[in-house]
């Protein structure tokens, strides 16, 4: 049976053997894995069902997920809750994250003393970046 290997682990690879030209390809790469992370996000992310309450819409948590490609640590951590997607971006190597910008997003994400923890953002990261769960 063949080894598996992440996304993360992919591009590392491809990084190291790809001429200055090859990175366009790796660029869109990350950005397909990107994007993918965030459907799978969005599709696990938790919305509460029944009307608006207290001025937000059903739903808003898992809207405000998105995602972002960067180079070489220049990543913006000033996000109340987000995940890495292929590793850390290091060495001007692509990586991405997924971010909410939604000011509940950390309640959701790790609970509280009267809500439960949800873990979209560390269930998406485990499912894109652990070798387990790719086939």
Do not use: C
Request: negative net charge; glycine residues 12%; hydrophobic residues 30%.
């Amino acid at each position: 049976m063949p080894i598996r290997e992440s996304p993360h682990d992919i591009a590392r690879d491809i990084i190291q053997r790809a001429p200055v030209e090859g990175r366009e390809e790796i660029s869109r790469y990350t950005d397909d894995v990107v994007n993918r992370a965030v459907d799978y996000a969005k599709s696990i992310a938790p919305v509460w069902p029944g009307e608006e309450s207290q001025g937000r819409q059903p739903g808003t948590f898992r809207d405000s997920i998105y995602g972002e490609v960067y180079y070489g640590g220049e990543a913006d951590t000033s996000h109340p809750v987000r995940a890495n997607i292929g590793g850390e971006g290091g060495k001007g190597e692509p990586a991405g994250a997924i971010i909410s910008d939604d000011p509940k997003a950390p309640f959701i994400e790790f609970g509280t003393a009267k809500t439960p923890e949800h873990g979209t953002f560390a269930k998406t990261a485990a499912h894109f970046n652990d070798l387990e769960t790719h086939e």
